[in-house]
T-cell receptor, first 113, second 113 residues
Framework: DAGVTQSPTHLIKTRGQQVTLRCSPK?????VSWYQQALGQGPQFIFQYYEEEERQRGNFPDRFSGHQFPNYSSELNVNALLLGDSALYLC????????????FGNGTRLTVT | RKEVEQDPGPFNVPEGATVAFNCTYS??????FFWYRQDCRKEPKLLMSVYSSGNEDGRFTAQLNRASQYISLLIRDSKLSDSATYLCVVNYPRSGNTGKLIFGQGTTLQVKP
């Protein structure tokens, strides 16, 4: 039973560049949520995808965008990277849009220099 | 006021001690509550859901106080392996949808021999 998988594991980008992070949900899950976790902070909600649509969004600028594919996998795109975007990006999957518990991937650690 | 607030600690306790964490939330319409555990540089993992009547899972007890809008986690007979960050998670509902799951900053527990 495959859990949530994210790629890449680590990434180093330069300020102003664009980045795409990928996530495959746990088998049987259809909802994907993305979180940003800075050092010493709790995960901050970016957005949630269900049925290939963005269903909920946190307080993140439009530079953060996403997509969900028919196979439920998802991408997170960040444009015009800032130094402050350096963080651990966590993908979490769940079943349906009810509040079923989240299952997290190992995360992608993004460093912006 | 933050949506979900926790005392970041750290809580330093000896093995065998009982320790309690509290978490307050701001949205009185919240319906779902969880505690997650996060080890250093790892992804969060579900520890337990929190039910209205309170619930217990081995050495862990979770309580919900809707009137005061806080949840608590009690750990009895602390083990060295309990050392981690404990994240309080609350849903923020939206009509016709589940809303989003919001994490607190986390409370760090260090159990000493």
């Amino acid at each position: 039973d495959a859990g949530v998988t994210q790629s890449p594991t680590h990434l180093i980008k330069t300020r102003g560049q664009q980045v795409t992070l990928r996530c495959s949900p746990k088998s049987g899950h259809d909802t994907v949520s993305w979180y940003q976790q800075a050092l010493g902070q709790g995960p901050q909600f970016i957005f949630q995808y269900y049925e290939e649509e963005e269903r909920q969004r946190g307080n993140f600028p439009d530079r953060f965008s996403g997509h969900q594919f028919p196979n439920y996998s998802s991408e997170l795109n960040v444009n015009a990277l800032l130094l402050g975007d350096s963080a651990l990006y966590l993908c979490a999957s769940s079943l349906g849009v009810r509040d079923s518990p989240l299952h997290f991937g190992n995360g992608t650690r993004l460093t912006v220099t | 006021r933050k949506e979900v607030e926790q005392d970041p600690g750290p809580f330093n306790v000896p093995e065998g001690a009982t320790v309690a964490f509290n978490c307050t939330y701001s949205n009185s319409a919240s319906q779902s509550f969880f505690w997650y555990r996060q080890d250093c540089r790892k992804e969060p993992k579900l520890l337990m859901s929190v039910y209205s009547s309170g619930n217990e899972d081995g050495r862990f007890t979770a309580q919900l106080n809707r009137a005061s809008q806080y949840i608590s986690l009690l750990i009895r007979d602390s083990k060295l392996s309990d050392s981690a960050t404990y994240l309080c998670v609350v849903n923020y509902p939206r009509s016709g949808n589940t809303g989003k799951l919001i994490f607190g900053q986390g409370t760090t527990l260090q159990v000493k021999p």
